[in-house]
């Protein structure tokens, strides 16, 4: 749980939806906390219950470490990497892009720096692109079959950490009997991915 003494390090948007900031507390642990905004306390309560089951099936989840219903605050285990987002614009990106222009951006499918950026990481076949995509399927064939659909494979969601990617943000999830075609659309867009 977050202390009185905690520290907020950074906060990101989550759309109109929720706040999320990077919390460290006084014995130096990191967290995440998602606040949500007041209409979406039913969305809240799904990513709860979602993110729960399925952070005790599959390690590439973040764990619930605290829940709290009045003041609409889920609190979620912090995981070291790189939002595969700024993993793709920092390395696929025009030049001289800042990448704090996009934290919170609401329109990335429709935006052509960023259009550019993963056509060209979609078409790249180095070791360490080839290394990425492979960790996003793997880890999109985990949770399909588990029989969930993240609905949201958006880049911002998936933290990768240099061997292994963890997706986060299941406040779009839902069961499905074939969340693979599903998903199946969005996975391709962005990573080029054939599942």
Known sequence: MVSDNSNITCSWTNGRKANVYLVEQECGQKLISKRYKVHFVPTMVREYLLTTYLSRRLDIIPKVLGFKLFSRELMLSYIRGERVFEWVLSRYGDTGINLEDFCSYD?????????????????????????????IKESYELLHKSGFVHGSADPRNIIYDGKRIFIIDFDHSRPSLNPRAIEYRALYRWYGLEL
């Open 107 to 135: 329109y990335l499918d429709t935006c052509d720096i960023v259009a550019r950026a993963f056509r060209r990481f979609r078409d790249c076949r180095s070791p360490e692109t080839v290394r990425l995509k492979r960790a």
